[in-house]
């Protein structure tokens, strides 16, 4: 049988590159099949090396809100790259990308740069723990928070969608310092400060959970988190690494209106480029060297070209705030118009949607949490999943992860994606009725 290029190519991966990705969520594990090999994009478009067009939901899991290719992002990293592409000492770029990031989040007084959302996770709990001097932290079932030891307990994510809810590797040690609540549900939370009295740390808590799908905060949930963190001197971690500058200028924190002690960011933060960071309040953040005696370090944290990429998006994002206005009427319009057509195919569903975040759960359930979430049917998902790929729809390869939308996203482009989409239901419930 002859092979098209990303059969051949995954083939190849494969003999060189543990199960041919270099990150597991795009393995195509839990829909099946080939994963797609990429050469090209520009705005939402994006081709294979097939030359095979698609209309992306994925945007690189979140950094291309502004589309591929963005002109900008693509300068700014060209001009940077002839002036060396690392130091290993500091740079004015970093100055005014720690300048704009507080201008755009006001309660983050200092910002340290890593090199993805997983360090800057791990760095957060660490500064948490050295500035309380408590030991345990508390995180939510079905929320991902990067691939460090401590986060891989009921881990969302790549994690959720392999069904290793914790991973190999990680000790008991590590794993009894982690406790988990339900998302959504106080009272779990409560019963867990109760129990470890004076010894957690820190809660870290996706604002907007991303990856069980797209879930949002119950009314009342972050605020109740804040009291309780306050209440037990607790330090509260908003992971804001995928609603970080997505949900609004603010991110979660703006469009909620609850302040965390320390926030996390990745994704967008670099443009494309492998940049996280971790920041908040300067009382917390002065424990970190070279101030105090919290250790984190990087060789390349800060990298000019990673920063110019990322000053330039925040840039762009911080000037043009109808951006999100745009990015929300674009997903509240597809909305819609998914809605519509789920009900005309009588198909059992739940819609979660905030800002340009959407995701659709194939279940008679309310999905608040991981137990519900994990009511979707993920074999129809499946069916879906490469319906819609075959009408060059390429959705997020998991039933437990949330569509992102870029703003290069045209009403046209929507309307093509519903049509697909009435196109995929119907065949996926042939095949399910079956
Ligand atoms: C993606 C993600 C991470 C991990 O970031 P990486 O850059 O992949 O290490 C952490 N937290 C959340 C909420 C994420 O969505």
Redesign the pocket.
């Known amino acids: 049988m002859l092979l098209n290029k990303s059969e051949f190519l995954f083939k190849q991966a494969q003999k060189f590159i543990p199960g041919g990705v270099n990150s597991p969520a795009r393995a195509f594990k839990s829909v099946g099949g080939i994963p797609v090999f990429f050469k090209k994009a520009k705005g939402s478009i994006i081709t294979d090396e097939d030359e095979n067009e698609y209309i992306d939901y994925v945007g690189s899991?979140?950094p291309m809100i502004l589309g591929h290719a963005y002109p900008p992002v693509i300068k700014a990293v060209q001009d940077a790259s002839f002036n060396s592409t690392s130091f290993g000492a500091p740079t004015e770029i970093e100055i005014k990308m720690a300048e704009l990031v507080r201008q755009m989040v006001p309660n983050v007084d200092r910002v340290r740069m890593v090199n993805?959302?997983?360090?800057a996770?791990m760095s957060a709990i660490r500064v948490a723990r050295g500035y309380t001097g408590k030991e345990k932290i508390i995180k939510f079932e079905g929320?991902?928070?990067?691939?460090g030891d401590s986060f891989l307990i009921k881990a969302g994510?790549g994690a959720l969608t392999l069904g290793k809810p914790s991973s190999p590797g990680v000790t008991e040690g590590t794993a009894k310092d982690t406790l988990n609540a339900n998302y959504n549900d106080l009272d779990s939370v409560e019963e867990l400060l109760k129990k470890n009295k004076d010894n957690v740390a820190a809660i870290i808590v996706?604002p907007v959970a991303?990856?069980m799908g797209c879930i949002p905060p119950q009314p009342g949930f972050l605020e109740g988190l804040r009291e309780l963190c306050d209440e037990h001197e607790t330090v509260l971690i908003f992971?804001e690494?995928?609603t970080g500058f997505r949900l609004s200028r603010g991110g979660a924190q703006e469009r909620y209106n609850v302040w965390a002690d320390l926030v996390?960011y990745?994704?967008i933060i670099g443009g494309g480029l492998p940049v996280?960071a971790f920041g908040g309040k300067k009382e917390i953040m002065d424990v970190v060297a070279p101030v105090g005696d919290v250790y984190q370090a990087g060789t390349l944290s800060g990298n000019p070209l990673a920063m110019s990429a990322g000053f330039a998006q925040l840039s762009a994002l911080d000037k043009h705030p109808e951006i999100y206005v745009e990015l929300e009427e674009k997903t509240e319009y597809l909305k819609k118009r998914l809605q519509t057509v789920l009900n005309e195919h009588e198909l059992d569903y739940y819609l979660n949607q905030v800002g340009s975040m959407i995701s659709i759960f194939f279940t008679p359930e309310v999905v608040t949490d991981f137990k519900t979430a994990n009511t979707t049917n993920q074999e129809f998902f499946k069916v879906f999943f490469h319906e819609m790929l075959k009408r060059g729809i390429y959705l997020p390869p998991s039933p437990f992860e949330s569509w992102f939308l870029s703003n290069t996203l045209t009403y046209d482009m929507l309307d093509d994606t519903i049509q697909a989409a009435d196109e995929a239901l119907g065949i996926a419930k042939l095949k399910a009725e079956k």
Not at 143 to 147: A, L, P, Q, T, V
């Open positions: 899991w979140g993805s959302g997983t360090e996770c929320n991902y928070h990067g691939h994510s996706e991303g990856n992971d690494v995928m996390t990745g994704k996280g």
